[in-house]
């Protein structure tokens, strides 16, 4: 089973500012099968980002992922309020599809 | 449109079995996997395992492997989650979630509403 590794746990930081978060797995990813997702309270996960790189429908740019084999890296570029909320990676090249812990992003 | 509705939140005792509800419209039932994911109470999420509707084809994650079961019914294009004896610790918001394609190496690119499932004595 790949295990996922985020960091940071928490990250704070302001409207307008940049996020960068980091996912690490155990093993290599295979052909890059890893999503990002975004989940706000209350509500059912989204999908931002898949294939490492690619956004899902409906996405803005000022998300993007990037990375390959074990090393993976979302950026937001310049945050928006209704960013602030928590964001799983997620390698879908293996089975079980594991998850990565997560990552809040909150308001500093 | 694609949707997923999810049945209804469930307050159960231990010891007691459960079958939660997920019914897919606006695509394809029989040629997309779906797949349960669990969110224990303030937690992260854990794939809990994927069906293929077309031939009932499972694949489950080892940590839920013998504790639950999944299953579909295609006439009716829902697919369930089952319990035969539910524990406490089985408390969570439980979602299902679509890939979209056949080959199951895909995301989750659209997902249900969440089903809340309590279990308290």
């Known amino acids: 089973e790949i295990v996922l590794t985020q960091s940071p746990g928490t990250l704070s930081l302001s409207p307008g500012e940049r996020a960068t978060l980091s996912c690490r797995a155990s093993?290599?990813?295979?052909?890059?099968?890893l999503a990002w997702y975004q989940q706000t309270p209350g509500q059912a996960p989204r999908l931002l980002i898949y294939?490492?790189?690619t956004r899902a429908t409906g996405i803005p740019d000022r998300f993007s992922g990037s990375g390959s084999g074990t090393d993976f890296t979302l950026t937001i570029s310049r945050l928006e309020p209704e960013d602030f909320a928590v964001y799983y990676c997620?390698?879908?090249?293996?089975?079980?599809?594991?998850f990565g812990q997560g990552t809040k992003l909150e308001i500093k | 449109e694609v949707q997923l509705v999810q049945s209804g939140a469930e307050v159960k005792k231990p010891g007691e079995s459960l079958k939660i509800s997920c019914k897919g419209s606006?695509?394809?039932?029989?040629?997309?996997?779906i797949g349960w994911v669990r969110q224990m109470p303030g937690k992260g999420l854990e794939w809990m395992g994927i069906?293929?509707?077309?031939?009932?084809?499972?694949r489950y994650s080892p940590s839920f492997q013998g504790q639950v079961t999944i299953s579909a019914d295609k006439s009716i294009s829902t697919a369930y989650l089952q319990w035969s004896s539910l524990k406490a610790s089985d408390t969570a918001m439980y979602y299902c979630?679509?890939?979209?394609?056949?080959?199951?190496?895909?995301?989750?690119?659209?997902w249900g509403q969440g089903t809340l499932v309590t279990v308290s004595s």
């Open positions: 979630a679509r890939l979209p394609g056949p080959s199951g190496w895909y995301p989750f690119d659209y």
């Open positions: 606006g695509y394809s039932f029989t040629s997309n996997w």
């Open positions: 069906i293929y509707p077309g031939d009932s084809d499972t």
């Open positions: 093993q290599s990813v295979s052909s890059s099968y």
């Open positions: 294939g490492a790189s």
């Open positions: 997620q390698q879908y090249g293996s089975s079980p599809y594991t």
